[in-house]
């Protein structure tokens, strides 16, 4: 069974930055592709940034240069670090596991409660 809990998410002012992690439980870690996702309301879930099982990472366009996934193996955690934030970043952000290497949300079939990054101007 796997579970994944997410944590980090808060309020910032736009340029400010945030790291936020996951914690997972319940599976070999590596046998997974792990992926950050977020959705505003009104808007689709989207993928944000993914790392495959090779270890190669996904970033979405708007994110890139500004985001970096990162995970500790050994500790079983996801880290998502999060700079230059802007109040389009703002979402529910979510930690998800899955078997196909693919950073959109049909490919993950595990996922964290979400954990709530706002951006003020």
């Known amino acids: 069974q796997v579970q994944l809990v997410e944590s980090g998410g808060g309020s910032v002012q736009a340029g400010g930055s945030l790291n936020l992690s996951c914690a997972a439980s319940?599976?070999?870690?590596?046998?997974?592709?792990m992926g950050w996702f977020r959705q505003a309301p009104g808007k689709e879930r989207e993928g944000v940034a993914c790392i495959a099982t090779t270890g190669r990472t996904t970033y979405v366009d708007s994110v890139k240069g500004r985001f970096t996934i990162s995970q500790d193996i050994a500790k079983n955690t996801l880290d998502l670090q999060m700079s230059s934030l802007q109040p389009g970043d703002t979402a529910m952000y979510y930690c998800?596991?899955?078997?196909?290497?693919?950073?959109?949300?049909?490919?993950?079939?595990?996922w964290g409660q979400g954990t709530q990054v706002t951006v003020s101007s």
């Open positions: 998800a596991a899955g078997n196909i290497d693919d950073c959109r949300p049909w490919a993950f079939d595990y």
């Open positions: 319940g599976y070999a870690y590596t046998y997974y592709s």
